[in-house]
């Protein structure tokens, strides 16, 4: 651990996919430890007293939070390698819009409800908990809304190779983890399948699988189903 780079995560954490994806991409080495949210490690409270959560990301002895936070600090800290943000302001400013319609609007909202039972602090939505834990004409007016902000993130990525053109970036980081959940939101909700209606983004985040960054990043989808269903079993107990 040359660089002194220490990352406090949890596994199925999408927010967490997005600090390893961003230091693999920069060829970064680093320690990774696991934390227990029903003990947390004296460590974590002490790196990030605020919010007392993951991910945090420490180099140097000196922390770093919020998963945003943490990607821009990878990628000024570690320029020299596939820069995960353009250099023009305005290309900038456009990334981080759409960073941020992937982490508010319903698309997120509906594949995260699941993991917001776990990760309470993050990411719970309404329209998500209307596709989970109804049926009928509540839920098929929930999946119209997923449909149509896939297809909003579909017409941005229109044919380009990656949401910023030909170079895999900020927005695609953002975006690639819910990939691995796209099996337990078709396994919930019925006679729903997001290939068929969005192929061109099915097809671009297996592009991404493709990358040693991301397909050494993001857990398996089977896996993260059977954690899902055994929490909602009762097999076993959240975290938080």
């Not at 699988?209 to 397909?215: A, D, F, G, W």
Request: proline content about 6%; glycine content about 6%; hydrophobic content about 40%.
């Amino acid at each position: 651990m040359a660089e002194q780079v220490l990352l406090l995560d949890f596994w199925p954490d999408p927010s967490g996919v997005r600090i390893r994806v961003a230091l693999r991409e920069k060829g970064v080495e680093y320690e990774y430890r696991e934390e227990d949210f029903q003990n947390k490690s004296p460590l974590l409270l002490k790196m990030n007293p605020v919010h007392e959560q993951t991910p945090v990301l420490i180099h140097k002895g000196k922390p770093v939070s919020e998963s945003l936070i943490i990607v821009q600090y990878i990628d000024e800290v570690w320029p020299h390698k596939s820069p995960l943000l353009p250099t023009d302001p305005y290309e900038q400013a456009n990334a981080r819009f759409w960073a941020d319609y992937i982490d508010k609007k319903t698309v997120v909202n509906v594949i995260i409800f699941k993991i917001s039972l776990i990760f309470k602090h993050r990411y719970i939505g309404l329209v998500g908990r209307s596709v989970w834990e109804t049926t009928g004409e509540a839920q098929e007016s929930a999946k119209k809304e997923l449909i149509h902000c896939f297809r909003t993130l579909k017409g941005e990525l229109g044919d380009k190779t990656y949401f910023g053109g030909d170079r895999f970036g900020l927005v695609d980081v953002w975006l690639i983890p819910f990939y691995g959940w796209f099996y337990t939101l078709e396994t919930f909700a019925a006679n729903f399948s997001i290939a068929e209606e969005c192929p061109k983004l099915v097809t671009w985040a297996q592009r991404c699988m493709e990358r040693e960054s991301v397909s050494k990043s993001l857990p398996d989808q089977h896996k993260l189903y059977d954690y899902i269903l055994e929490h909602e079993t009762g097999q076993n107990q959240p975290h938080l």
